[in-house]
């Protein structure tokens, strides 16, 4: 069983880096379609929000399917998919074409990303859960640092961004191939945590929604996706066109992901609790990009943004952590529950501030990144404090 731990969890952490550089792709590739499409004020979002869209409506499919087709058998289906219209998004003809591209892409970016996250919960326990849940979202953060340094030296090289998705396309099969193979040998000797789960009921809902901190919780998980959203979509695109500065704006989003997977390193060992880390980090976080923008420059926001990434980068997998020890019993609807309004959120900022963007500057998309951050901590405020007596008395009651 243990081997099979093993070969499961690497295909989740394989799974989740190819599904980062897959959605970080569009902050890299936005000038690029925003060229061949002619996309203009908020139209710019749009592929982001179909992504957004897809994440959502696959999340709300995830229990259900996962109940029907088995967790292993349902993220293999999302990585075969996500290859598949990586490959279709590479090949549009049209804005309509990318973004329904994006739309499915979607589909299989929330199969991917619930998964993962239920699978590592799933098969660890206690300490050992909290770090590699942190070292899961580390991963995803080394997808959002790679995404940039490749495809820009592959465009710079004479690459299209079309030879871009099209050879992301060729590798996300080779792992959707990995990953089939992996679950084919081993699927049969995981633990029975790792089962399909039972079907949702209403009652499951309203017992969540009741808990004390949980939508306070979720509250501080969209205020996070805001402030994450704003600066990965955003951050390159500021620098290169409003500062001429192509090299540093992909170097920003880089450095942005390099704070956000040393977060995820670093803040699960350390300790501190959720709500704590939450009202701190996310003050901080939002103060230092308010700063960059104050400042102005290239050089300002390109660290203000890195420094952010290291002080809030930790705080989905730090929540998912949390929600899902203040819920034993409702593990998979809790991890649903937080991907599926962070998904939300993106989906409707991408649009959103494409719009205020092209009303305004630029840098009114840091701005609402900083608000948010703000608003995050000060959600985290309102939440109390749990010890693990407690959680067990209230799960058992």
Not at 264 to 293: D, E, K
Not at 363 to 375: E, N
Request: charge should be positive.
């Amino acid at each position: 069983m243990k081997k099979a731990t093993g070969w499961v969890t690497c295909a989740a952490f394989a799974g989740i880096i190819l599904f980062a550089m897959a959605n970080n792709a569009q902050g890299v590739l936005l000038t690029s379609f925003i060229d061949a499409f002619h996309l203009e004020s908020g139209r710019q979002g749009l592929p982001n929000a179909a992504a957004n869209t897809g994440m959502l409506i696959a999340m709300l499919l995830t229990i259900p399917a996962a109940a029907r087709v088995g967790k292993t058998r349902l993220f293999a289906l999302g990585m075969g998919l996500m290859a598949l219209m990586l490959a279709l998004a590479g090949a549009s003809g049209g804005a309509m074409w990318l973004v329904a591209a994006y739309l499915v892409m979607g589909l299989a970016f929330g199969f991917i990303d619930t998964i993962a996250s239920a699978l590592v919960s799933d098969l660890h326990q206690g300490k050992r859960a909290s770090m590699l849940m942190g070292m899961l979202h580390a991963a995803y953060g080394t997808g959002g640092i790679l995404a940039p340094i490749l495809m820009t030296a592959a465009m710079g090289a004479g690459a299209t961004w079309r030879t871009v998705l099209w050879a992301l396309a060729g590798v996300s099969g080779a792992a959707c191939a990995f990953c089939a193979v992996v679950f084919a040998r081993h699927g049969k000797r995981l633990p029975e945590s790792v089962q399909p789960p039972s079907r949702l009921s209403g009652a499951d809902l309203a017992r969540f929604a009741k808990r004390p901190g949980n939508l306070l919780i979720l509250f501080c998980s969209v205020c996070y996706a805001a402030h994450q959203c704003s600066i990965s979509l955003w951050i390159n695109r500021i620098i290169s066109v409003r500062y001429g500065n192509v090299a540093l704006g992909a170097a920003a989003m880089s450095l942005f992901w390099v704070g956000t997977v040393a977060s995820r390193l670093i803040v699960p060992m350390l300790r501190v609790t959720t709500v704590r880390y939450l009202r701190a980090g996310m003050l901080l976080a939002g103060i230092v990009v308010l700063l960059g923008v104050l400042v102005g420059g290239a050089p300002a926001l390109a660290v203000s943004v890195a420094v952010a990434g290291l002080l809030s980068g930790a705080s989905i997998p730090m929540t998912l952590s949390e929600v899902t020890r203040r819920n034993l019993d409702l593990s998979m609807l809790s991890i649903t529950a937080v991907l599926l309004v962070t998904s939300v959120t993106a989906m409707v900022c991408a649009p959103l501030i494409g719009f205020i963007v092209g009303k305004t500057s630029l840098l009114a998309g840091l701005v609402f990144s900083g608000v948010a951050a703000v608003c995050a901590s000060a959600g985290a405020f309102g939440v109390k404090e749990e010890k693990a007596e407690e959680v067990a008395a209230r799960t058992v009651s």
